[in-house]
């Protein structure tokens, strides 16, 4: 993996909430990338602008939170509740890893054919994941 990152490959990461995911997963992003030091990103990046134009970052939901009114739409108590993309760069400035925390854009893409799940959020999953395929072949 640490190769692969190395010659310029892209590693990203999805639905995990919470400090507690989010602390694990910083355990095994330092097993390969020790000095690993992920920046929040802001939707001034490029990356949200490269294809399509994302204002806003978009907590989506899995599909059983979304279908459920009543329920809290976050998962993992209250560290879970805001979404946030962060990004470690390589030496050249590139994103050798993307984070989006606190939100669960592959849900978005398996139930975008689902009637009863949120259509805006499989809408904001193409269009995050799109800009993400752009950005990463064009920078």
């Not at 907590?59 to 946030?84: F, L, R």
Request: proline share 5%.
């Amino acid at each position: 993996m640490r190769e692969y990152l190395a010659r310029g490959g892209l590693w990203f990461a999805d639905d995990f909430h919470g400090d507690e995911e989010f602390d694990e997963f910083l355990q095994q992003l330092r097993l390969v990338m020790p000095d690993a030091n992920p920046v929040e990103l802001t939707t001034s990046h490029p990356l949200f602008h490269c294809l399509y134009n994302i204002d806003k970052v978009v907590q989506v939901t899995n599909d059983a939170i979304a279908k459920c009114a009543e329920c809290d739409q976050w998962e993992n108590g209250p560290s879970g509740k805001e979404p946030k993309v962060f990004a470690v760069f390589d030496a050249h400035g590139r994103i050798s890893v993307l984070m989006a925390w606190n939100t669960d854009l592959g849900d978005g893409l398996e139930w975008a054919d689902d009637p009863q799940y949120p259509a805006h959020y499989s809408a904001y999953s193409f269009r995050f994941l799109s800009n993400v395929v752009v950005y990463s072949m064009t920078h």
